[in-house]
């Protein structure tokens, strides 16, 4: 059974930071582009950024210059550092993971608010 397992969750104030972790095993994440998702109430599930294999990034036009997205090889982990956080990015964020399917985290809420 595939796990991603997420953490890093919170709350934080407007122009905070918070970092979001996913860790899977070792065979998902050597073949896997693994990314993150969100969703707020009422809104679709929305892509954050995903990064590939081999390094490569992509991200949704809001959070570029303000989010960056990792991974570690040695870890199996992919983390979202998320700086200068604002309101609208309050939402709860998933964990992805695609390839030949598609894999979710349980999810892990991020809210901004004073």
């Known amino acids: 059974q595939v796990q991603l397992v997420e953490s890093g969750g919170g709350l934080v104030q407007p122009g905070g930071s918070l970092r979001l972790s996913c860790a899977t095993s070792?065979?998902?994440?050597?073949?896997?582009?693994m990314g993150w998702y969100r969703q707020s109430p009422g809104k679709e599930r929305e892509l954050v950024a995903v990064i590939t294999t081999g390094g490569g990034t992509n991200y949704r036009d809001s959070v570029k210059g303000r989010f960056t997205i990792s991974r570690d090889n040695a870890k199996n982990t992919v983390y979202l550092q998320m700086n200068s956080l604002k309101s609208e990015d309050t939402a709860v964020y998933y964990c992805?993971?695609?390839?030949?399917?598609?894999?979710w985290g349980q999810g892990t809420q991020v809210t901004v608010s004073s």
């Open positions: 070792r065979s998902i994440f050597s073949m896997y582009v």
């Open positions: 992805y993971a695609g390839y030949t399917t598609v894999y």
